[in-house]
T-cell receptor, first 109, second 114 residues
Framework: RKEVEQDPGPFNVPEGATVAFNCTYS??????FFWYRQDCRKEPKLLMS???SGNEDGRFTAQLNRASQYISLLIRDSKLSDSATYLC??????????FGAGTRLFVKA | GAGVSQSPSNKVTEKGKDVELRCDPI?????LYWYRQSLGQGLEFLIY????????KSGLPSDRFSAERTGGSVSTLTIQRTQQEDSAVYLC????????????FGDGTRLSIL
């Protein structure tokens, strides 16, 4: 079993839809959590950090549940430009960075 | 300001040759990471540098892989006696510190072993 697991998708949604991605991690010593997006043949780009209190950045909302070792990302009012692979990232031991394999999202007109 | 810079962008070489990949982190970033991403796969952690401390090499897949970081800035990843399974995109990232600091990635080096 992988340390960070994501549904690979793909998720195919129409513009304007709300879509939710989930991620689970197995190591309870994990300390920091992020969502990145990666476009085809490009480098990962930071989308947002994830906090237990939940955080929101425009149309994006991230949530962390430490008890269940679960991270989520909600995208509201999807745009065509949101089409990408979304990567769940967990850091433990101060630096050991574990990337999920990613969830692919296709937003169609 | 300038982001993380990696060179070369692409490298094609014959099996058995040595290759060197370079990463120039964002100025002021003390932490530097190397990752490998094979086609259609997630990122695989290779090595981590923090300031002038000894690096954590726990992710290096074999002793053919090594990395160094000079003066706490530029880093070089070296792969000796390359094999076809080394073909991948090698990504470098830097961050202000470790732990809860987000990492910023370079464009990567696409390595192809013939």
């Amino acid at each position: 079993r992988k340390e960070v697991e994501q549904d690979p998708g793909p998720f195919n949604v129409p513009e304007g839809a709300t879509v939710a991605f989930n991620c689970t991690y197995s190591n309870s010593a994990s300390q920091s959590f992020f969502w990145y997006r990666q476009d085809c043949r490009k480098e990962p780009k930071l989308l947002m950090s994830v906090y237990s209190s939940g955080n929101e950045d425009g149309r994006f909302t991230a949530q962390l549940n430490r008890a269940s070792q679960y991270i989520s990302l909600l995208i509201r009012d999807s745009k065509l430009s949101d089409s990408a692979t979304y990567l769940c990232v967990v850091i433990r031991g101060g630096f050991k960075t574990i990337f999920g394999a990613g969830t692919r999202l296709f937003v169609k007109a | 300001g300038a982001g993380v810079s990696q060179s070369p962008s692409n490298k094609v070489t014959e099996k058995g040759k040595d290759v060197e990949l370079r990463c120039d982190p964002i100025s002021g970033h003390t932490a530097l990471y190397w990752y490998r991403q094979s086609l259609g796969q997630g990122l695989e952690f290779l090595i981590y540098f923090q300031g002038n401390s000894a690096p954590d090499k726990s992710g290096l897949p074999s002793d053919r892989f090594s990395a160094e970081r000079t003066g706490g800035s530029v880093s070089t990843l070296t792969i000796q006696r390359t094999q076809q399974e080394d073909s991948a995109v090698y990504l470098c990232a830097s961050s202000l510190g470790a732990g809860n600091q987000p990492q910023h990635f370079g464009d990567g080096t696409r390595l192809s072993i013939l």
